[in-house]
């Protein structure tokens, strides 16, 4: 989360600046990128975990003796 902590901080500092372009270091991108494709990564494997692990209830509903 550093690298993304970082990206935002910057990107706030250029805004107050009224910058228009961003720059960063290669090493900064590239522990950007995999941060992030690290947190597209759990997320994915979450959710398949929760679709495997939803429970489905199946509820039946006699009338017995009614008439």
Known sequence: MMHIKKFIDKISAMES???KDVVIPMQEARG?????TKLLADLYER???????????KVEITGGSFK
């Open 32 to 36: 950007l990128r995999d941060e992030v």
């Open 47 to 57: 959710n398949l975990e929760k679709d495997k692990t939803e429970e489905v209830l």
């Open 17 to 19: 600046k009224q910058n």
